[in-house]
């Protein structure tokens, strides 16, 4: 059953050092600050699953929270490539970091039988390349007709964190937009923690490309305005795209990295989101 709560407090009684930590979001509503959070309370040795990791996890990983990666894409969109990602992979700085790769199509049907509480899924695809890097990667033959399936073990994260538009009254959450696998890795999850843009007395008149998760599904729900940015919250904010960009150069090396984590994460709060993320719509 969901409970309002400050930031902090949610992600400390959340996320433990060593956790499987999902953060979801495709392209939209990113939970930035919730991962800030994560890395001012120095969460330590965490497995970190995305199906594409960027920014956010790119912060994370700089930060010394991540010891595993499991992803079906990682990059900084429409710029390159992520640098402390790539540090830590190729020198394990600021520790090793290893890596579970799978396709898009094969870590969403992983979502979904996590959340039906099934050990794995079966999908009529080839792994290509990704078999000989990945040993999770198996086959199954059906017992009705004899073909011979691909399997992946299901997504069972111990939290998934995600960021939506809205919550109600009663700890209902409310998604509007571009709704990628959130649904699927709370349900999957055994703890859900969801920042919002605002709460509100119903959901009347929403978007009909919506997604509404019941309160039963979450653990814990903080008030965030602006809780995903540099990423967007449709009928909130736009895109920062000048900041995707910047990071390229601010990631490059340590040092510069290190500057900007002490100046707008270790030093900054939740608070500090209100202002970036000014309402559009």
């Given at each position: 059953?969901?409970?309002?709560?400050?930031?902090?407090?949610?992600?400390?009684?959340?996320?433990?050092?060593?956790?499987v930590?999902?953060?979801?979001?495709?392209?939209?509503?990113?939970?930035?600050a919730?991962?800030?959070?994560?890395?001012?309370?120095?969460?330590?040795?965490l497995?970190?699953?995305?199906?594409?990791?960027?920014?956010i996890?790119?912060?994370l990983?700089?930060?010394?929270?991540?010891?595993r990666l499991?992803?079906?894409?990682?990059?900084?969109?429409?710029?390159?490539?992520l640098h402390?990602?790539?540090?830590?992979v190729?020198h394990?700085?600021?520790?090793?970091?290893?890596?579970e790769?799978?396709?898009?199509?094969?870590?969403?049907?992983?979502?979904?039988?996590g959340?039906?509480?099934?050990?794995?899924?079966?999908?009529?695809t080839?792994?290509?390349?990704?078999?000989?890097?990945?040993p999770?990667?198996?086959?199954?033959?059906?017992?009705?007709?004899?073909e011979?399936?691909?399997?992946?073990p299901?997504?069972?994260?111990?939290?998934?964190?995600?960021?939506?538009?809205?919550?109600?009254?009663?700890?209902?959450?409310?998604?509007?937009?571009?709704?990628g696998?959130?649904?699927?890795?709370?349900?999957?999850?055994?703890?859900?923690?969801?920042?919002?843009?605002?709460?509100?007395?119903?959901?009347?008149?929403?978007?009909?490309n919506?997604?509404?998760?019941?309160?039963?599904?979450?653990?814990?729900?903080?008030?965030?305005?602006?809780?995903?940015?540099p990423?967007?919250?449709?009928?909130?904010?736009?895109?920062?795209?000048?900041?995707?960009?910047?990071?390229?150069?601010?990631?490059?090396?340590?040092?510069?990295?290190?500057?900007?984590?002490d100046?707008?994460?270790?030093r900054s709060?939740?608070?500090?989101?209100?202002?970036?993320?000014r309402?559009v719509?």
């Open positions: 059953m969901s409970v309002f709560s400050s930031l902090q407090d949610a992600i400390r009684e959340s996320v433990r050092d060593g956790d930590v999902a953060m979801e979001g495709f392209t939209h509503l990113i939970p930035f919730a991962g800030h959070e994560v890395i001012r309370q120095q969460r330590r040795g497995t970190l699953v995305r199906m594409t990791p960027d920014v996890f790119d912060q990983i700089g930060a010394g929270c991540a010891s499991v992803f079906s894409w990682g990059g900084n969109p429409g710029v390159g490539s402390r990602l790539r540090d830590a190729e394990s700085w600021p520790c090793p970091l290893a890596l790769e799978f396709s898009h199509g094969a870590m969403a049907n992983a979502y979904d039988a959340a039906a509480n099934l050990p794995f899924a079966a999908l009529r080839h792994p290509g390349g990704l078999a000989d890097v990945n999770r990667y198996r086959t199954v033959t059906c017992p009705f007709t004899g011979t399936l691909v399997a992946v299901a997504l069972r994260p111990d939290v998934t964190i995600i960021h939506a538009q809205k919550a109600d009254r009663e700890g209902n959450v409310l998604m509007e937009g571009i709704v696998v959130q649904k699927e890795a709370v349900l999957a999850a055994r703890r859900a923690v969801v920042t919002v843009e605002e709460v509100v007395d119903s959901f009347e008149g929403g978007h009909p919506a997604c509404i998760l019941p309160r039963w599904t979450i653990r814990a729900i903080a008030v965030v305005p602006g809780g995903a940015f990423s967007y919250a449709f009928g909130y904010y736009s895109r920062d795209n000048a900041f995707y960009r910047s990071w390229d150069e601010i990631s490059r090396t340590r040092d510069g990295f290190r500057a900007w984590l100046e707008h994460v270790m709060g939740p608070e500090a989101f209100a202002a970036r993320g309402r719509a």
